[in-house]
């Protein structure tokens, strides 16, 4: 089945500062690669998704990227800023399936004042 | 529009003893997942339901976790008995169908001692 990694765990920078975390999946038929945000106390919320016909997708300050032949992708936030500390999970799936979800293990990130 | 709504949102059994999750998911989704998300990991999924059959249950421990969507809209997840284990948050999410934006619930913070 799919395996997400995700990298780093942790990740602390300075307010203004950009932060990239990065992911790498198993399943070459994977299609369909979101990125939650999750406050303390909250579920997941999505921030940001690709689809494989795509490499890349900004929205404001969040970019991701993918990387199909290398199995990776990476969300990229730009001119970070306090609010956007929290837990960062990137997931892959297939779509057209049963769309069955696989997280990666997740990254804290710190914006310091 | 309403979010996913779940509950308790915490709880604390002893292991043995039996504990049920209820969910309602936004109104018109007729896909629902429910995850279990130990503390430091990315979210499981346990089983998916479009509308009141399951789609996927295959990381379910079936021997001790049950759910059912009755009338395809709110949905209970029970465990019986617990162990330690399973401490955990579990998570509800619903969409409106496969390959469609996943929206979560705040969860439900379990606690078995």
């Known amino acids: 089945g799919e395996n997400v990694e995700q990298h780093p765990s942790t990740l602390s920078v300075q307010e203004g500062d950009s932060a990239v975390i990065k992911c790498t999946y198993s399943d070459s038929a994977s299609n369909y690669f979101p990125w939650y945000k999750q406050e303390l106390g909250k579920g997941p919320q999505l921030i940001i998704d690709i689809r494989s016909n795509v490499g890349e997708k900004k929205d404001q300050r969040i970019a991701v990227t993918l990387n199909k032949t290398a199995k990776h992708f990476s969300l990229h936030i730009t001119e970070t800023q306090p609010e956007d500390s929290a837990v960062y999970f990137c997931a892959a799936s297939m779509v057209g399936g049963a769309q069955k979800l696989v997280f990666g293990q997740g990254t804290r990130l710190t914006i310091n004042p | 529009e309403a979010g996913v709504a779940q509950s308790p949102r915490y709880k604390i059994i002893e292991k043995r003893q039996s504990v049920a999750f209820w969910c309602n998911p936004i109104s018109g989704h007729a896909t629902l997942y429910w995850y279990q998300q130990i503390l430091g990991q990315g979210p499981k999924l346990l089983i998916q339901?479009?509308?009141?059959?399951?789609?996927?249950d295959s990381q379910l421990p079936k021997d001790r976790f049950s759910a059912e969507r009755l009338k395809g809209v709110d949905s209970t997840l029970k465990i019986q008995p617990a162990k330690l284990e399973d401490s955990a948050v579990y998570l509800c999410?619903?969409?409106?169908?496969?390959?469609?934006?996943?929206?979560f619930g705040p969860g439900t913070r379990l606690t078995v001692t």
């Open positions: 339901f479009q509308n009141n059959g399951v789609v996927d």
């Open positions: 999410a619903s969409s409106l169908g496969g390959g469609s934006e996943q929206y």
